[in-house]
Antibody, heavy 121, light 110 residues
Framework: EVQLVQSGAEVKKPGESLKISCKGS????????IGWVRQMPGKGLEWMGI????????RYSPSFQGQVTISADKSISTAYLQWSSLKASDTAMYYC??????????????WGQGTMVTVSS | EIVLTQSPGTLSLSPGERATLSCRAS???????LAWYQQKPGQAPRLLIY???SRATGIPDRFSGSGSGTDFTLTISRLEPEDFAVYYC???????????FGQGTKLEIK
């Protein structure tokens, strides 16, 4: 079964660092881009960035450039999203998703279950 | 940067009715890069449509997508109780590489 399994919920204080993970299985992890998507409480989906685990080529949304770091360890089929200094406004659900590229178009076809990050003093 | 605007914000319909959801882009989008997702409360999004009109694996044929250029539509031909959810359109832009989502349409039971 093709799946992405994300790390568990986190509760952090402002200023703390955090790294959440997304582990792929059931497919060739190095052959597909993995994207990260933020969903703030009660709000819509926001694309944050994307990484190609095969060579760690990474692209960021301008809205998130410099705010987070996306990385991957292909030896363990895992992608990461990290913050060096969290803010209360980072409180959100974070999803990873696999990008499938087809003749008729690209789309995020497999999604992780989400990681809830709560930042509160 | 392309902006996607979905309408209506909320759509109230009854089971058995037809739903028509709109996604308008601020500039022309390649049909190959327009997708639709469904999200139910407490769940991750699920891919419904890619390439503007191709159904993803396992998606019932009551879901269909159409459109080109700047105007795209998701149609649910006959609503089932499990179809009430939030729907997002999403497009890919290459310069710079971006995967923008619309703000969503909530489909609620009337």
């Amino acid at each position: 079964e093709v799946q992405l399994v994300q790390s568990g919920a986190e509760v952090k204080k402002p200023g703390e660092s955090l790294k959440i993970s997304c582990k792929g299985s059931g497919y060739s992890f190095t052959s597909y881009w993995i994207g990260w998507v933020r969903q703030m409480p009660g709000k819509g989906l926001e694309w944050m960035g994307i990484i190609y685990p095969g060579d760690s080529d990474t692209r960021y949304s301008p809205s998130f450039q410099g705010q987070v770091t996306i990385s991957a360890d292909k030896s363990i089929s895992t992608a990461y999203l990290q913050w060096s200094s969290l803010k209360a406004s980072d409180t959100a659900m974070y999803y990873c998703a696999r990008l499938i590229t087809m003749i008729v178009g690209d789309a995020f076809d497999i999604w992780g279950q989400g990681t809830m990050v709560t930042v509160s003093s | 940067e392309i902006v996607l605007t979905q309408s209506p914000g909320t759509l109230s319909l009854s089971p058995g009715e037809r739903a028509t959801l709109s996604c308008r882009a601020s500039q022309s989008v390649s049909s190959s890069y327009l997708a639709w997702y469904q999200q139910k409360p407490g769940q991750a999004p699920r891919l419904l449509i890619y390439g503007a009109s191709s159904r993803a694996t396992g998606i019932p044929d009551r879901f269909s997508g159409s459109g080109s250029g700047t105007d795209f539509t998701l149609t649910i031909s006959r609503l089932e109780p499990e179809d009430f959810a939030v729907y997002y359109c999403q497009q890919y832009g290459s310069s710079p590489q971006m995967y923008t989502f619309g703000q969503g349409t909530k489909l609620e039971i009337k």
